[in-house]
């Protein structure tokens, strides 16, 4: 302090600190109107880029931007809130040379006492910037499932089906598995009645897949190739076939549940019964005169 005031005058001449004020006061001023130009330009980018992915049918690419400019934002109001600092600082007099040192000194220390902070801060960068999530993709982090609410530097939030939170610092992550990056597949296995043969249940099921695909509902979501796999079970209800069809990503739970719903209302209007688990008893009897040896 001693420093701040001998660089003002002796007699704090009045003149002196109305000029130091208007300094600072205009100082505050830019670095606020600076912040907000930014800060709008940078909405405006999420805009655009938003508005671009949603038309080319990039939904999961158009919540990165979100991430993205959501975090710039952030690092934007840091870098501008300490250049300002440093500014005022050394209007005020105070010499900033020891306090750069200084800082240098104590990020060391802050360094060493938080690494896991840094690990968390480095971990979460790389999640960004590869693209690994995005906010609302259903991933699986370290056993726990659910869809990506909060994603930043430092952690990564999953809510479930349950509604739970489940809070991730990004440095514990060790497993990471994403359902939804890019495109989905629903893998349906499907019982066949019986009576039906492979090649008839394979016609039936590409049938029903092809008329979703031109369903104007779900046109825009089956929007990969549907393939039958081959007979992947015979069990107590049948033959079970193997159906793998590609969706937009997150909609392969819809698309399955959609493709049961119409594969059970056309084995139904066929006159076939749908395939359910069933035994049969048999009962040998002796005849009455046979005495058992």
């Not at 949603?54 to 250049?83: E, M, Y």
């Not at 869809?147 to 990564?156: A, D, G, H, M, S």
């Not at 089906?161 to 598995?177: M, Q, R, Y």
Request: a neutral charge.
């Amino acid at each position: 302090m001693d420093k701040i005031w001998e660089s003002w005058p002796s007699q704090l001449d009045p003149t002196a600190v109305v000029s130091k004020a208007a300094l600072v006061a205009i100082t505050v001023l830019v670095a606020v109107i600076i912040h907000r130009i930014c800060v709008k330009a940078l909405l405006k980018f999420q805009d655009i880029l938003t508005e671009a992915k949603l038309k080319s049918h990039k939904p999961s690419q158009a919540q990165r931007v979100q991430v993205v400019v959501g975090l710039l934002r952030q690092i934007t109001t840091v870098c501008i809130g300490l250049f300002t600092a440093m500014i005022v600082l050394d209007e005020l007099g105070v010499d900033i040379r020891p306090i750069l040192a200084g800082a240098g000194v104590v990020g060391l220390a802050v360094g060493f006492g938080a690494q896991s902070l840094v690990k968390d801060f480095f971990n979460g960068l790389c999640l960004i910037l590869e693209n690994q999530i995005t906010l609302g993709d259903w991933v699986t982090i370290n056993g726990k499932s659910g869809t990506v609410e909060v994603l930043n530097f430092r952690i990564t939030v999953l809510r479930d089906l349950e509604g739970t939170i489940h809070v991730f610092p990004n440095g514990t992550i060790d497993s990471l598995s994403n359902s939804t990056h890019g495109w989905s597949a629903a893998v349906l296995d499907l019982p066949v009645p019986r009576g039906q043969t492979f090649e008839q249940a394979a016609e039936v099921l590409l049938g029903i897949a092809k008329e979703m695909k031109e369903d104007p509902a779900w046109k825009d979501i089956v929007t990969g190739e549907v393939e039958v796999q081959g007979v992947q079970d015979i069990d107590e209800r049948g033959m079970i076939v193997r159906l793998r069809m590609v969706t937009a990503p997150g909609s392969h739970w819809s698309a399955g549940r959609n493709f049961r719903k119409r594969l059970a209302e056309y084995w139904t209007n066929q006159g076939y019964e749908l395939p359910r688990p069933s035994q049969s008893l048999y009962v040998v009897q002796s005849d009455k005169g046979e005495k058992a040896g």
